[in-house]
């Protein structure tokens, strides 16, 4: 059970994926002599396993890979790798957007739990504020205890996320996601409700939506005024999701915090307003996979060549119509 399976992407992250384990498993299941893809090493390929700094496949490129049947992608988004030949020419992609979830998720659900302590905002003003338990312990505007959070995207993420969020007690969790299927948001642990009234309800906002024209913006001065005085923004998505002078705007009041891990444009300029707001926490786009949890695309990876080689199901097949819906 092999094939001529080679690897395209960026020398440290090839490392990174691949430790000794790893990189047996593929030996395992690769009968190229040359495992990295190059001008000499090219025609005969048939699954291309990619990652971070791998080329897009162009007609160009495809030309020359005539072989070719499957790209596996040992990442998350597929976006900046397909193109619409690759479509065309039938060939199966895959991705491991799935395993790139568990990270975010986890990242998502630790910032929404700081959230109800403020946590963030105590860190930021650590030098200009001399508090201790007994100035803050009667105010309400900390704990969790009959909060209610709203996660906007029921995604790979926003999925994850949700069930999490059930083990907090007496914490309300509303779904708003158009395309989802109720049955799914309830046996979770939600409540599917329209996006206005999610807004309404919300203690904390956490955005797991994918970046697509129709949702540019989608957190807007609007949205944002909807919000609950006191609520925490949080975005492990894409910075185009939230308008970031209304964003700007409603922080500098004072009326709500933000954690971003992801901004618009990603990073912001260190002059950017929204860097000196002392209410606004931001994290350079670290809730994703790095480090040793890369690994855990590399496992994903192998699982979706190995079933290919075996002529078995691909849990992570990704079709043209997913990339209409999906970041």
């Not at 990174?16 to 001008?39: I, K, N, Q, Y």
């Not at 739990?113 to 309400?140: C, I, M, Y």
């Not at 006191?230 to 209304?246: E, M, P, Q």
């Not at 933000?258 to 990073?267: F, G, M």
């Amino acid at each position: 059970m092999s094939g001529v399976v080679r690897t395209a992407m960026s020398p440290d992250v090839f490392d990174l994926l691949f430790d000794e384990p790893r990189m047996r498993r593929l030996r395992s299941l690769s009968t190229a002599p040359s495992l990295v893809l190059g001008d000499g090493s090219v025609l005969d390929t048939e699954v291309l396993l990619t990652s971070w700094g791998a080329p897009r496949l162009d007609a160009a490129l495809l030309d020359r890979m005539p072989e070719l049947r499957a790209v596996v992608h040992a990442a998350g988004s597929v976006q900046d790798l397909v193109s619409e030949e690759l479509w065309e020419r039938g060939i199966i992609v895959t991705s491991a957007a799935d395993a790139n979830a568990v990270p975010v998720a986890e990242f998502a659900f630790a910032s929404i739990v700081l959230a109800f302590k403020r946590a963030f905002a105590h860190v930021r003003n650590q030098e200009r504020e001399s508090l201790g338990w007994g100035d803050l312990v009667t105010s309400p505007a900390y704990g969790s205890l009959g909060r209610t959070v709203g996660i906007v995207g029921f995604s790979r993420i926003g999925r994850r996320v949700v069930p999490m969020l059930r083990g907090l007690q007496e914490v309300t969790v509303l779904v708003a996601d158009p395309v989802v299927d109720p049955r799914a948001v309830a046996a979770a642990g939600g409540e599917l409700v329209s996006l206005p009234e999610l807004l309404r309800r919300s203690d904390v906002l956490s955005l797991h939506a994918p970046a697509l024209p129709e949702t540019r913006h989608m957190i807007g001065r609007a949205e944002l005024a909807a919000l609950r005085d006191g609520a925490t923004v949080i975005n492990t998505a894409r910075g185009s999701l939230i308008d970031h002078d209304a964003l700007f705007e409603a922080c500098a009041a004072g009326r709500i915090d933000a954690v971003l891990d992801v901004t618009d444009p990603d990073p912001l300029p260190m002059d950017a307003p929204l860097r000196h707001l002392p209410n606004v926490a931001l994290t350079p786009h670290v809730a994703g996979s790095m480090g040793t949890d890369v690994r855990r695309l590399a496992d994903s990876a192998l699982d979706d060549v190995e079933a290919l080689l075996a002529g078995g199901t691909l849990p992570g097949a990704i079709t043209r119509r997913d990339m209409q819906v999906s970041a």
